[in-house]
């Protein structure tokens, strides 16, 4: 460790300076012209980000006008883009991609300067203006200041327990977490006694005041990668040949193996663009185990679908598996009430972001 700590103090200089000119002002940070949330991490991919501003989406979607900006990683276009449940991921990103359907009535916009993104939806007509905007991955976004900032820890690589890029996996001080509004561990299971919730505090060095919440992941019904060519009495399988490109796929393995024995998996790099060679290779995996059924993810599932030539013996049984956050509330030891009462685990967040 204190090798690392070594090697990396130049980068960590880098970002130390870069924080201090941001917060005395030498760097210009500009307020949001619109009531904004940001959701962020101070580490590559890996803590949940969509699933965290999908939550935000089904908190808020009843009471307020909501829009969705990001950055649209990967995409091919560039500049400031609105999101048609239509479009291909190359043009978007596959995450605004995957919002934009689950949620076809909000509004998602991609632009990489995010400042710019809200001036422009704030220069809307009223009919259309949104009165709330989710600013997903935007918390080193600092030319942007947000309202309220969430920052996400996934409980799988907590951050005092990494290192800085190229070493570890973090982008940013983990001093940087104290400067959240609110801190949401990510990928818990079961209930967080208050003795952990402690414990997680003490090791995040985060002072009282701000509010620490524990998410977990809910998994739901599989759904056909390809509606028209899915054939639904693959679920039913006892075998899966599993197929990910994200950056950490082991909530995906818990998912699929408590029904699925898996058989094969094939690991891609986050953001994955799928070829038909790569197909080649699932499809043989078929051969091996004709009965089992192809999983994969939500993301996953907005590339593959604009796979053009995919063969009928992948597409029939490809099926991803869709998940949402869910806030695990604090609650006596024993009692599992986010069990009879899943919407406390909402109240509880919503009553601690407070739109300044």
Known sequence: MKIDRVLLFPYAIVLALRNLFYDKGIFKSYPSALPSICVGNITVGGTGKTPAVEMLVRLYRGSRKIAVVSRGYGRRTKGFRAVSVEDN????????????RKFPD?????????????DALAAMSPELRPDLVILDDAFQHRKLRADFSIVLVSSTRPTFK??????????DLPSRIRKADMVIVTKMEGEVL???????????????????LFSSIKYLPLQPVIPEKGDSRFMYAKSAVVVAGIADDRSVRRGVGWKYSIVEAFRFGDHHDYTLPDISKVAAAVRRHPTAVILTTEKDAQRLRSLAGMPDQVSSRLFYIPIESEIIPDVVPGRYLEQELPALGYKELKDNIKIR
């Open 89 to 100: 991921y190359r043009d978007v990103g596959d995450e605004p991609l995957q919002i934009k």
């Open 106 to 118: 909000i509004t998602v916009v991609v632009d990489s300067f995010r400042r710019r993104a809200v």
């Open 162 to 171: 990494d290192s800085l890029l190229p070493i570890g996996r973090l982008r």
């Open 194 to 212: 208050s003795s952990e919730r402690l414990r997680w505090r003490e090791n995040l060095e985060l002072g009282k005041d701000v509010p620490l």
